[in-house]
Protein backbone atom coordinates (compact mmCIF):
# COMPACT_ATOMS: atom_id res chain seq x y z
CA UNK A 1 0.00 0.00 0.00
CA UNK A 2 1.48 3.44 -1.08
CA UNK A 3 1.84 6.09 1.70
CA UNK A 4 0.83 9.79 1.03
CA UNK A 5 1.35 12.95 2.83
CA UNK A 6 -0.95 15.48 3.03
CA UNK A 7 -1.30 18.76 4.88
CA UNK A 8 -5.27 19.21 6.74
CA UNK A 9 -5.95 22.14 8.41
CA UNK A 10 -6.13 22.09 12.41
CA UNK A 11 -9.78 22.23 12.82
CA UNK A 12 -10.29 19.07 9.91
CA UNK A 13 -8.13 17.04 12.09
CA UNK A 14 -9.74 18.04 15.64
CA UNK A 15 -13.12 16.87 13.86
CA UNK A 16 -11.18 13.25 12.41
CA UNK A 17 -10.04 12.54 16.10
CA UNK A 18 -13.48 12.92 17.55
CA UNK A 19 -14.34 9.90 15.44
CA UNK A 20 -11.08 7.82 15.91
CA UNK A 21 -10.10 5.29 18.14
CA UNK A 22 -11.66 3.69 21.16
CA UNK A 23 -15.35 4.37 21.09
CA UNK A 24 -14.60 5.81 17.69
CA UNK A 25 -16.03 4.47 14.22
CA UNK A 26 -12.56 4.19 12.88
CA UNK A 27 -9.75 2.28 14.30
CA UNK A 28 -7.03 4.40 13.19
CA UNK A 29 -7.03 8.25 10.97
CA UNK A 30 -5.76 6.64 7.91
CA UNK A 31 -8.43 3.84 8.13
CA UNK A 32 -10.87 7.22 8.17
CA UNK A 33 -9.34 9.15 5.36
CA UNK A 34 -9.47 5.46 3.34
CA UNK A 35 -13.58 5.42 3.87
CA UNK A 36 -13.71 8.94 3.19
CA UNK A 37 -11.85 9.11 0.28
CA UNK A 38 -13.95 5.96 -1.23
CA UNK A 39 -17.06 7.50 -0.09
CA UNK A 40 -16.38 10.78 -1.98
CA UNK A 41 -14.98 8.76 -5.14
CA UNK A 42 -18.83 6.59 -4.82
CA UNK A 43 -20.03 10.25 -4.69
CA UNK A 44 -18.54 11.52 -7.78
CA UNK A 45 -19.29 8.36 -10.25
CA UNK A 46 -22.87 8.94 -9.08
CA UNK A 47 -22.75 12.55 -10.72
CA UNK A 48 -20.74 11.37 -13.69
CA UNK A 49 -23.20 8.71 -14.24
CA UNK A 50 -25.99 10.81 -14.31
CA UNK A 51 -24.50 13.41 -16.24
CA UNK A 52 -23.31 10.82 -18.77
CA UNK A 53 -19.52 10.73 -17.85
CA UNK A 54 -18.97 6.86 -17.09
CA UNK A 55 -17.88 4.65 -19.49
CA UNK A 56 -19.75 1.09 -19.83
CA UNK A 57 -16.03 -0.49 -18.51
CA UNK A 58 -16.48 1.22 -15.25
Do not use: C, Q, Y
Request: proline share 2%; charged share 45%; hydrophobic share 35%.
Amino acid sequence: MAKISVEIPDELLEDLDDHVGEGGKFVNRSDAIRASIRKTLDLLDEIDERHGRLDDDE
